[in-house]
Nanobody, 115 residues
Framework: QVQLRESGGGLVQAGGSLRLSCAAS????????MGWYRQAPGNERELVAT???????NYADSVKGRVVISRDNAKNMVDLQMNSLKPEDTAVYFC?????????WGQGTQVTVSS
């Protein structure tokens, strides 16, 4: 059973930075994609960034140039460094892991950006 645990959310002023971390436990295969999604109230869950093991990161257009996703395969962790945050970045951020055709989700961490 795979479990994902996020940390690092919080309240920040517009223009500030936050770093989210996600630790995966359980049986993690090297051929997997880890990433971050977010969901704002009344909206569907949307992609923020993903990274395949050894591959190039993939970013949503809305965050390109402002966030950096990084992965530590030895620790089964994925981080999301978010800079120049905007109020529209306010959402619950979910860590994800896709392997063998199944997607696992963390419980989410709240990010609130005040104007």
């Amino acid at each position: 059973q795979v479990q994902l645990r996020e940390s690092g959310g919080g309240l920040v002023q517009a223009g500030g930075s936050l770093r989210l971390s996600c630790a995966a436990s359980g049986r993690i295969f090297s051929i997997s994609t880890m990433g971050w999604y977010r969901q704002a109230p009344g909206n569907e869950r949307e992609l923020v960034a993903t990274i395949f093991n050894g591959g190039r990161p993939n970013y949503a257009d809305s965050v390109k140039g402002r966030v950096v996703i990084s992965r530590d395969n030895a620790k089964n962790m994925v981080d999301l460094q978010m800079n120049s945050l905007k109020p529209e970045d306010t959402a619950v951020y979910f860590c994800s892991l896709l392997q063998l055709g199944r997607t696992y989700w963390g419980q989410g961490t709240q990010v609130t950006v005040s104007s």
